[in-house]
């Protein structure tokens, strides 16, 4: 070991240390934003790592410095516009996005160094049939987190809708064909020769896509960060395919996280990872025959008008934001709205279920934007035995996270999951565009119940209007 | 073969520590930290940088290697960046009203 070697090491150790007190970190709100720092020292720590390393032994042309800075100043420069520029609402396909891009990273250094076999890349992996496993996974992974990223992050932007067929169960046998043509393209790869290669990127391609794309709704989120658990798993290959200890301890470190992330989401939701990636939506298959389907008797609609008389009168109000006030952007509105209810002594709380918002904990980043204080988010466990003490709660496009069916109705495909006990307060306002099911495609018991009016209209203008007529109520949002 | 049994303990250990280390998130962090490890995950930039570094003057390996590192810092420097605006908001939290 010479200097560089020793002091390469240190550095590596270092990255990792930081890096596992990051990951470590980000699991807890008071350290949150100093580990994801912590983290991004580590990154540095490790390049810099690489960088002494090659150059206390081989030395950095001057050719590999051009295209260092040029491939990083591109992928760094784009990736500081958009962090910067994308709206809060948008970062369920965001994340996606990156995530993407980091599998095609790992895709693309497997590529390489399987293309061009020839040169010094591989580090000092000299048993070759290791090496060629590792290329292969690294392909396989990266090129199915990549599409299937992709897919995640244009579902998500609305610029593409699931086909019917991708709903029915055809698609099983499509991906398994996509599937069996990676495998059979891993094997020729495994049995020497390069001729599979561009095979196995195709049909894992294909794969990723067909995974992806019938998955839809609340369910997106499981599946991002299931591709996020994989992008961990890339980039642990492409360590063993670069021969390097701290890229696979990171990769796997990352692997390992995000499947415990997507079990925690799954637990929240009352789902199985499972029935995410098999099952398609709950509702998928027309829910006609299942209790929770039927018609509603009793439902009561109201005027904004009333609601705000009602509001007036309330002393505690608990607001349960959900995934339509996340799609409509009222955050905003629903701030000034709930600074006007404070101003006249009226105590507003919010009720946040764990998978309110487009992805788990969205909501919170939404609320926090929308400048509400922290402490007034509840969480479920915390506010649902205030709610018989409650007089009015708004429901604000939140449905299956409020519905009664998942405490009373064991027939129910949502009995189990936590809900929200909404129902106890002594009046109930659901702000919806209409009548329509919510991602479980089930009825809603609680808009039948006689404590409950429905608001109709899109959450930000039925807000707007709130805010309104709360204003000639005399009552204002200055104090 | 040192490298390589080495590799697979670290692999081993890598990821039992992943496991240990995301014990009870609560939900309100569940998209900065999906955020913050997708961060990570582009850790591939290391590998894309050896690629170039170890590519010589082979041009065609040079650009794939630059293109790779691109992207992994795309991923990088976005997704911690995102990160930190999400969690700054959290941070915020005295009440000022």
Known sequence: MNLSDVLKFSIDLLAVLLLALGIKGLSKVRSAREANRLAAVAMILATIGVLVDSYGNLGISIDAWIWIILGSAVGGLLGIFTAKKVAMTAMPETVALFNGCGGMSSLLVALAVALFPSTESTGELSNGFVEIISIVISVFVGSITFTGSIVAMAKLQGWLSTPGWMQSKIRHAVNIGFAVLALVSMVSLLMGGNSGLWLLVVGSGLLGIGVTMPIGGADMPVVISLLNSYSGVAAAAAGFVVGSQLLIVAGAMVGAAGLILTQVMCNGMNRSLVSVLFGGAIGGTPSSGSSGSGEYVNITSCSVEECALTLEAAEKVVIVPGYGLAVAQAQHTLREVTRALEGSGIQVTYAIHPVAGRMPGHMNVLLAEADVPYEQLKEMDVINPEFPATDVVLVLGANDVVNPQAKNDSSSPLYGMPVLDVQEARTVFVIKRGMSAGYSGIKNDLFDLANTSMVFGDAKKVLGDLLLELKELGISGKG | ?97
């Open chain 2, 1 to 97: 073969m040192s490298f390589l049994s080495e590799a697979f303990w670290v692999l081993l250990l890598g990821s039992l520590l992943g496991l240990e280390l995301i014990g009870k998130v609560p939900p309100t962090l569940h998209t900065p930290l999906m955020s913050g490890a997708n961060a990570i995950s582009g850790i591939t930039m290391l590998a894309a940088l050896t690629l170039i570094i170890k590519a010589g003057s082979n041009i065609p390996l040079l650009v794939m290697g630059s293109i790779s590192l691109g992207f992994a810092l795309f991923n990088v420097v976005g997704g911690f960046l995102v990160t930190d605006r999400m969690l700054a908001m959290f941070s915020r939290k005295p009440s000022r009203k």
